[in-house]
């Protein structure tokens, strides 16, 4: 291959200037995954909306971890939820 090592110091190069990944987006995924794609929640119609929502709270100072732990151990139950959020949201 021609340029081998250019190449590989230009591919370093932009993969250190991507976006980092945001905060929580992980544990986000899947409270996510949760509440829309198992629960089927009306209040969270959308796993962009929610998602868009929990990295806000992520980036707010929310406790994202223990909230998805919370949402993981509510099973679907929307007064759980609620209390998850409240209790790991941001303050």
Known sequence: ????????LLSLLLIGCADPEP???GDCSDICREVVDQCALPTWPTR???????????????????????????????????ECEHAFGPR
């Open 48 to 82: 962009a909306g929610c998602l868009d929502g929990c990295l806000l709270n992520a980036a707010r100072g929310g406790d994202i971890t223990s909230q998805r732990q919370c949402v993981e151990l509510a099973e679907c139950d929307l007064f759980a939820l609620v």
């Open 23 to 25: 905060v929580g987006l």
């Open 1 to 8: 291959m021609t340029g081998g090592p250019i190449f590989a």
